[in-house]
């Protein structure tokens, strides 16, 4: 098991470094360079000369990376042009707020997809089914920004249950609290993969319920509902798993505009501001985390498949 | 067999949305003890029929009559009902164990849920009763096997493990449903052993449904012969082969190749078995029927089935002439003799080749599956030499590295006097035009967006002589040759059955007209009367092409028939190789006796008499072969010196043959 995760990891290392090159070099890719955004556009020759050799970007390209990844390597990500703090302080302090979303969108998206799938897929074709699966495609269709403010509009403006704006409050620390903050970004963002989720296992559900292993626990004698939880669920778990980690990557990215209807603290909304002013640094090093934490995701999926599939060797 | 019956089925008829009609007035009694075969062809409706009797068919299918099962009526019953009759009063048993299993979930828990379902166990004591069940199907280790995991089985233990679940509750009834073709033939032997064992033990009555007449002959003691939806004979099993009352089962007999009969021509059954959705009107078997195609009485009115109850009997209006289906119906063809001093067209010569196994943190190789170990071959024009092995012995690599499908790791392979190891590209794909390869499956090999004219043309689109070699009209000329219809041209393979597809598979490697043909199980996956068409037209394209085929395949009855010499392979090696007649009149090699005694044949007379030797455990990893000789831990006959040395391939004294060991040359 071990063997096996360091061996994903050691996997990892060349696309990390592939994607750090071309992380570091968008800065010479994006019109306009830093130097002109720090310096303004009235500067003389003298000052911009003065910042590009404080900036070290005199130097060649290949001892420029190297120090930079150098940088990165430590923990230096460098400061944000537009704040003058460490690009990595920023960053980290929208971490919690963007995974406490995700999971919370994640677990409404199980809640409400996993039942959703189930009823459909024992009887497809069903009224039941047609009725679910239009629900779904409601739930998929529906843009997140336009559910999101009729969900203020009901439950804050109208109803006053929940707060308008959704502020950072950890889970750990005040449940309650954390939880009213979070209800309506979550549940906008959970009714869209609910639908995702719903599909996708309804999908594999039907599947596996034509597969002859389930022909074979039925002839023993077994209970519908153990045919299923038992045997079906597990291996239609398989690719459904797929799909689940695929989308807490993208939620663990920030969710642009969920954080912006409820002006979430989201790390979608940091990139964004990032680029909006060309803060390079800050837009460096908010890639460069995302794709860390898809790369984490990804590895979690690989290891939750080798534990259900005995088929997958760890060795 | 003078008590009540175990299942007890009258006038059962089945209809899927509606207008398919798969099974149409069925009757049959099975008792204690009995073994009653079930033999059809695909669509006969044998299956459908297991499937109802215990209740396991989908809600579209509309099912009315009687199956009375345990004191209960299956055709009526509610669903909690048959939950409970399935596992304490019918077991099954279905074909292919590596989808039986659920590949997630160990081994005994899937034998012992059943009973813990029905409260016959507790789950506390399952693992014991689960390795006690395990035992007594013959797994060796069941205490480490039972938390093992179904892709650490082999296909044989795979196979006794499902006969322990089925058994698990010791039912009454065990349904079989062809539970051996999905295995070799050795492990064919022993999985019918454990199960007739089983049910000698256990008293339970078995309805075994096979498409092979070879298995009925050994293990059945009555036979119920099914034909478009009906049973259209039934009797005890000496009388089905010794007298067929209906002309279907004649047919059937006499279409069938054997490793024990005379070498004649096999007699096909003209056309295609009916399709369940368009049954012809009359007699189902009409028009295929030599006694009845001409007949109005068969083309009008459908014969009345088998009395309810009757113990031998069939559904014909003329069952007195069904004999007459035996005389052949077209003349047999002489094979054109084969110029043994024609120089060869084939030279294979010390072929090997390995596949690296990789593991570990940088996914090093540590270690080699040495999948063909150096095999010699010869094939001259003209001649098919049958390449005979049980899966995983290396003959589909052989086939595939002779193509240059895959690289072989050593040794020549000269096509027409030119080696083609290290030809380019280019050349190499010249040379493909002369020798071409037919799969096994029909279904999976044919594009289906193409059509079956776009199919056949394509190689000659490919090599950019389409027009060159007569266009349009070339190609319906395959057609014709192959024996289809011109005007099914423009048609997709999804309307074609399977014999026709193979067919359509034949045309596609004949139209850059080759002089080699290797062709992989190019029968295996075909009805039995379909197969002897098949090979009927393979030996008539032969005749008169002068082609040469490596005829790739598992089955040594098919391969006795269209062979003139075969080479037996164990383990990516080739044990025994022989002119067919020598081969099959005396085999020398210990694995090639096995083998040959383990293949069931179709005469129930010859059951018991034959000194069955049923080889001991599974063929080995190829990963990790045994020492010396790698058949030694299965060898009847193996001495200490078998596990030391591998025996070379040896030319026998007074013979134009060759065997790997010195045992048998001894002997000989």
């Avoid at chain 1, 309506?184 to 296992?201: H, K, M």
């Avoid at chain 2, 009559?65 to 669903?79: F, K, M, N």
Wanted: charged share 20%.
């Amino acid at each position: 098991m071990t063997g096996f995760i360091l061996r994903r990891l050691a996997q990892l290392l060349p696309v990390l470094l592939i994607a750090s090159l071309g992380i570091w070099a968008m800065i010479y890719a994006v019109p306009g360079s830093p130097v002109a955004v720090i310096v303004g556009e009235n500067a003389t020759p003298e000052q911009i000369r003065e910042v590009t050799v404080r900036l070290g970007l005199d130097r060649p390209l290949i001892v420029q990376y190297g120090a930079w990844l150098w940088a990165a390597l430590h923990g230096d990500l460098g400061l944000s042009i537009q704040s003058r703090e460490p690009v990595l302080a920023l960053i980290l302090g929208r971490l919690p707020p963007t995974l406490q979303l995700g999971l919370a969108a994640i677990l409404v998206g199980l809640v409400v997809g996993i039942p959703v799938a189930l009823a459909s897929a024992l009887r497809p074709g069903s009224w039941l089914d047609r009725v679910l699966s239009g629900w779904s495609a409601l739930a998929l269709g529906v843009p997140t920004f336009w559910l999101g403010i009729l969900l203020i509009l009901l439950f804050a403006v109208e109803l006053h249950w929940l707060p308008s704006a959704s502020s950072y409050v950890p889970f750990t620390e005040a449940p309650l609290a954390a939880l009213r903050n979070i209800a309506l970004p979550a549940v906008t963002l959970g009714l869209y993969v609910s639908g995702i989720f719903a599909r996708f296992l309804r999908a594999a559900l039907i599947g596996e319920l034509r597969a002859d292993y389930v022909r074979t626990a039925r002839s023993k004698g077994l209970r519908e509902r153990d045919v299923v939880g038992g045997h079906v669920m597990r291996n239609a778990m398989l690719p459904f798993v797929t799909i689940v980690g695929l989308m807490l990557a993208s939620f663990v990215g920030g969710t642009v505009v969920t954080e912006a209807v409820f002006t979430y603290p989201g790390l979608g909304r940091l990139l964004i501001q990032a680029i909006g002013t060309r803060d390079y640094p800050l837009i460096q090093g908010c890639i460069l985390l995302v794709l860390l934490l898809y790369m984490g995701v990804n590895l979690m999926v690989d290891v939750l498949y080798a534990y259900i599939d005995p088929r997958i060797d760890f060795g | 067999m003078t008590d009540a019956p175990v299942v007890s089925v009258r006038g059962l008829d089945i209809t899927f949305a509606g207008r398919i009609h798969a099974v149409r007035g069925v009757d049959f009694d099975v008792f204690a003890g009995e073994v009653l075969g079930i033999v059809g062809e695909s669509g006969s409706g044998k299956s459908v029929t297991a499937l109802a009797l215990s209740g396991l068919l989908p809600p579209v299918a509309r099912v009315t009559g009687s199956v009375r099962l345990g004191g209960i009526e299956v055709t009526s019953a509610d669903a909690e009902t048959l939950r409970q009759m399935r596992g304490r009063d019918v077991g099954m048993i279905f074909q292919d164990p590596a989808t039986t299993l659920n590949p997630l979930l160990p081994v005994g828990r899937q034998i012992t849920e059943g009973q813990i379902a029905h409260g016959t166990l507790r789950a506390g004591d399952a693992e014991a009763r689960a390795v006690a069940l395990l035992r007594e199907v013959d797994i060796p280790d069941p205490e480490g096997r039972v938390r093992q995991y179904p892709h650490q089985f082999s296909g044989g233990m795979r196979q006794r493990a499902v006969i322990a679940m089925a058994m698990a509750g010791r039912p009454r009834l065990i349904i079989a449903d062809e539970p051996t073709t999905a295995l070799d033939v050795t492990v064919q032997a022993q999985v019918l052993a454990v199960l007739a064992r089983r049910r000698e033990e256990t008293g339970a009555a078995v309805i075994l449904i096979t498409h092979d007449l070879g298995v009925v002959a050994e293990t059945a003691h009555r036979v119920a012969v099914m034909y478009g939806g009906r049973i259209v004979e039934t009797g005890p099993v000496e009388e089905i082969f010794r007298r067929p009352r209906h002309p279907y089962t004649a047919a059937l007999l006499r279409s069938l190749p054997r490793i024990d009969g005379e070498d004649a021509r096999l007699i096909q059954i003209e056309g295609q078995p009916p399709t369940p959705g368009a049954l012809p009107a009359g007699c189902v078997f009409h028009p295929r029927c030599p006694v009845g195609r001409a007949r109005a009485q068969c083309r009008e009115t459908e014969p009345p089935p088998v009395p309810p109850g009757a113990l031998v009997g069939a559904a014909c209006h003329f069952p007195d002439e069904a004999g007459d289906a035996l005389a052949p119906t077209v003349a047999a063809k002489a094979a054109a003799p084969v110029a043994s001093a024609a120089p060869p067209l084939l030279e294979v010569s010390n072929l090997h080749v390995a596949f690296p196994i990789r593991g570990g943190l940088l996914r090093r190789q540590i270690g080699t599956v040495r999948a063909v170990a150096g095999v010699n071959l010869t094939l001259r024009p003209g001649e098919t030499l049958g390449l005979v092995g049980e899966s995983g012995c290396g003959k589909t690599t052989t086939g595939r590295a002779i193509m240059g499908l895959i690289r072989p790791s050593a040794g020549s392979v000269r096509f027409d006097g030119q080696e083609i190891g290290g030809l380019r590209p280019k050349e190499m794909r010249r040379l493909r035009r002369h020798m071409q390869y037919i799969f096994q499956d029909p279904y999976s090999s044919l594009n289906p967006l193409l059509t079956a004219g776009q199919i056949v043309a394509e190689p000659l689109r490919i090599h950019g002589v389409f027009e060159t070699m007569g266009g349009d009209a070339y190609v319906r000329g395959l057609f014709d040759r192959v024996g289809l219809s011109a005007g099914m041209i423009a048609r997709t393979p999804r309307d074609f059955s399977g014999g026709q597809r193979q067919r359509i598979g034949i045309a596609r490697a004949l139209a850059l007209q080759p002089r080699l043909l290797i062709l992989d199980e190019p029968v295996a996956a075909l009805d039995v009367s379909i197969q002897a068409q098949i090979v009927t037209l393979l030996q008539d394209l032969q005749r008169d092409l002068g082609l040469a085929y490596l005829f790739i395949a598992h089955d040594l009855a098919v391969v006795r028939h269209i062979s003139d010499r075969v080479a037996v392979m164990y383990l990516g090696r080739i044990v025994e190789t022989r002119q067919k007649g020598a081969l099959y009149r005396q085999p020398l090699h210990p694995y090639t006796q096995s083998l040959l005694s383990a293949v069931p044949v179709p005469d129930p007379a010859a059951r018991g008499g034959r000194g069955r030797i049923v080889l001991e455990g599974d063929p080995p990893n190829p990963a990790r072969p045994p020492s010396g000789c790698a058949f030694h831990p299965r060898c009847r006959q193996a001495v200490a010196a078998c596990s030391a040395e591998a025996p070379a391939l040896l030319a026998i004294a007074g013979e134009a043959g060759m065997v790997a060991c010195p045992l048998a040359e001894a002997g000989a």
